[in-house]
């Protein structure tokens, strides 16, 4: 069945479909499609919580009655950042990866 998600990252939202059975990081090829950011380099976050790409959209309870097109699931996005010059000390918008890599929302 399929599954409706919204992805938002600050002012940047992107709709998309896909199967409850595809993998996190089918979605993440989807979003590098759009905004030309390779999938190693984005970060997806259900309520909070980053999503592991060899996941399936169902793992995380998206599913046709959780996700429906009129009542999309939302998803959060960060980018990797390549380069920062601040510290992010007070910094509330950057998500850290397991291995310390640095992404902004």
């Known amino acids: 069945m399929e599954v409706y998600m919204v992805v938002r990252r600050k002012k940047t939202t992107i709709h998309l479909s896909a199967k ?10 989807m979003i590098e499609g759009i905004l030309k950011v390779k999938p190693e380099d984005q970060m997806l976050l259900k309520h909070q919580t980053e999503m592991d790409d060899e996941k399936s959209l169902s793992y995380y309870n998206l599913n046709s009655q959780t996700a429906r097109a009129h ?10 950042d ?3 010059f601040a510290s992010l000390q007070g910094l509330q918008t ?12």
Not at 20 to 29: A, D, I, M, P, R
Not at 71 to 79: E, K, M
Not at 98 to 105: E, H, K, R, T, Y
């Open 82 to 84: 390549p380069v920062i």
């Open 71 to 80: 009542t999309p699931a939302t998803l959060g996005l960060c980018l990797r």
């Open 94 to 105: 950057a998500c850290t990866f397991s291995n310390a890599s640095v992404f902004l929302i």
């Open 20 to 29: 409850e059975t595809s993998l996190v990081l089918e979605v993440k090829k």
